[in-house]
């Protein structure tokens, strides 16, 4: 994990991390910087939470998945 975004403590961040840009890497091949793409996808999905979890949106299953589906193409 690169040190600007490293976590502290053991809470299991590092392994999280770790298995989004293995992902990451899977999902979008193309990418160059795999820190950056797990970056990326890191962000839209906090930043999506953080919509529903100050009730700016509601929760919706299927509008989640439309707006992660518009990065990683519907990708299982």
């Known amino acids: 994990m690169p040190e600007r975004y490293r976590e502290q403590g053991s809470d299991g961040g590092e392994v999280a991390y770790n ?3 293995a992902g990451v890497g899977e999902a979008l091949p193309g990418v160059k910087d795999p820190d950056i793409a797990a970056l990326h996808a890191w962000a ?22 439309q707006v992660v589906g ?6 299982d």
């Not at 839209?44 to 998945?65: F, K, N, P, Q």
């Open 70 to 75: 518009l990065t990683f193409g519907g990708v």
């Open 44 to 65: 839209l999905v906090h930043g999506l939470a953080m919509l529903i979890l100050d009730r700016r949106i509601d929760w919706d299953e299927a509008m989640v998945e």
């Open 19 to 21: 298995l989004l840009r």
